[in-house]
């Protein structure tokens, strides 16, 4: 597609559910990364993945985080037994190989709210 | 762990101003990098700085970079309302893992 589309742009959910995000990135993007953003802060770095390579998971914030990715597509985030502070947008970007080359591009995120 | 941290958190000025935003960062980087967020939804790429370029330009924006005073700035002249926005630094660190480090950043109000 044109651009990362991210899908749903908005989820409510309880206390205590599982949800999956998803990130379609740009066609030919080998690289992909997931943010969290909680409500006037930055971006906090989740998990990066690089083609077939390993992925950089060092900013899941706990155990109930995971994300997977089939090749250079399709992406998943998981969260399980959500709590109220996971409420945030979740955002993805991919890029060209190396992100020293160019810049990100983000989709639009997912609103996660949890109740 | 924030990397950049921009100055100031929040600016407003007149449409036909000047906008100056400074980001400031600690360790050795790669590449220093500009966005800019609308509505709190997705980041757009605006402008990147090589650890080894002083000055950039594109249009009406101009990003300067002190490596040395670990610090760099964006310049948006000639402000319309449009440019109202939240805009991020980011950076690349030098030798580590591929991933951009984002700051708070700084939200700007134009006022029409």
């Known amino acids: 597609g044109a651009g990362v589309s991210q899908s749903p742009s908005n989820k409510v959910t309880e206390k205590g559910k599982d949800v999956e995000l998803r990130c379609d990135p740009i066609?030919?993007?080998?690289?992909l990364y997931w943010y969290r953003q909680r409500l006037g802060q930055g971006l906090e770095f989740l998990i990066y993945?690089?083609?077939?390579?390993?992925?950089?998971k060092s900013g899941l914030p706990s155990d109930r985080f995971s994300a997977e990715r089939t090749g250079e597509s399709v992406s998943t985030l998981t969260i399980q037994r959500t709590q109220q502070e996971d409420s945030a947008v979740y955002l993805c970007?991919?890029?060209?190989?190396?992100?020293?080359?160019?810049?990100?591009?983000f989709g639009s995120g997912t609103r996660l709210t949890v109740v | 762990s924030q990397q950049g941290e921009e100055d100031p958190q929040a600016l407003s000025i007149q449409e036909g101003e000047n906008a100056t935003m400074n980001c400031s960062y600690k360790?050795?980087?790669?590449?220093l990098q500009w966005y800019r967020q609308n509505s709190g939804r997705g980041l757009v790429h605006l402008i990147l700085?090589?650890?080894?370029?002083r000055e950039k330009h594109s249009g009406r924006l101009r990003v300067t970079l002190d490596t040395s005073k670990k610090s760099s700035s964006l310049l948006i002249t000639a402000s319309r309302a449009a440019d109202t926005a939240s805009y991020f630094c980011?950076?690349?660190?030098?030798?580590?893992?591929?991933?951009?480090?984002f700051g708070k950043g700084t939200k700007l109000t134009v006022n029409p």
């Open positions: 970007a991919s890029s060209l190989a190396s992100v020293g080359r160019g810049g990100y591009t």
């Open positions: 066609s030919g993007h080998t690289a």
């Open positions: 993945f690089q083609g077939n390579s390993a992925p950089d």
């Open positions: 360790t050795s980087i790669n590449n």
């Open positions: 700085i090589r650890s080894n370029e």
């Open positions: 980011a950076t690349v660190p030098q030798g580590g893992s591929e991933k951009l480090v």
